[in-house]
């Protein structure tokens, strides 16, 4: 393996999921929901795999799907032209990697804010850019956010793109409109090309409002906004992901994709357009059932002696472990599979700056009640 992917050999969730396998643990690691999505969606994929659409899809994605996409994205406001302005990937993962790998190379630096999901050091790597890490800090009420001031000292003549997470994956924070205007002003002052990750856009509790930063002022022709069906529909193995942005950035991605996958998904593609297009009720659903299972972790976690931190969105809530007298989290997750039957993932595999994060541990709540209530019982005899 060459020098400069040697740090990405195994991700945490293959790792922490084989570890839940072996000791048969209740899996709180890795965040895949254990139920399906909307039956309606699964009857379209039925119906497209018994109906022909087995064949290479064209390459930028079914226009179906296209077509469905820029619908869904006028709820914020945005219009895309589904024949220039918009791209089917496998998943948002690469629509990430090639978004870095057609816009950014050698000698250019890519912020991202830590803690981050995991394939963003990988892919900036694979691009050869170099990343340049800034934390999320805690506010006096105990919200995580984005730190401006460090935002505004890592931007340098170098600075390419700002690579973002919201709802974001693993604290369950959600920039605030505010601070995303903030972000969106530094873009246009510096010319940089920001790439929104909003894989959770529809999983926002106690009335978050997801921003996507392209609808903000001056981000529209800057901004590679990313998304996928895996986490608004219950079908994390179906890698539908989609990108949408200018014509030239959507062209400059697909020339990437186009010999990475090239294609993928046929027959799940005309589902996730019907999905998209006909079960938006049925994911408030899911949303609103998001919020009761944070609650329901989120109260266990606190009765088992941890600390609970806020989660606003996404399929997480972290913890600190220090009150059961841990220091690192990473040790805790290694021996919990075997020791109390529950697997979790430390929060510093995430940073660049493991001292600062290693008290915090992420647990996802994205399971059905009786495996929340399972890893609870559990839980609790930690103490
Ligand atoms: N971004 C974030 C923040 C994620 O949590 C995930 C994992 N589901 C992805 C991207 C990858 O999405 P996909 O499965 O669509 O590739
Ligand atoms: N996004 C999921 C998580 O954060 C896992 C995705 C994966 O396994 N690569 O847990």
Known sequence: LVPRLRPFTATIFAEMTALAVKHNAVNLGQGFPDTDGP????EAAKNALFGGANQYPPGPGRPELRAAIARHRLRYGTEYDPDTEILVTAGATEAITATLIALTERGDEVI????YYDSYAAAVAMAGAERRVIGLVENPDGRLELDLDALRAAITPRTRAVLLNSPHNPTGTVFTRGQLEAVAALC????LIAITDEVYEHLVFDGAEHVPLATLPGMRERTVSISSAGKTFNCTGWKIGWVCSTPELV???KAAKQF??????GPLQPAVAYALDNELEWVEGLRTSLQDKRDRLSAGLADAGFEVRPSEGTYFVCVDVRPLGFTDAAELAWELPERVG???VPVKVFTDHPEEWKHLLRFAFCKRNEVIDEAVKRLRSLV
């Open 342 to 344: 529950v697997a979790a």
């Open 39 to 42: 039956a309606g969606m699964l």
């Open 251 to 253: 062209a400059a991605v």
């Open 188 to 191: 246009v002052a510096h010319d």
């Open 112 to 115: 991202v804010v830590e803690p």
């Open 260 to 265: 990475i996958t090239f294609v993928s998904g």
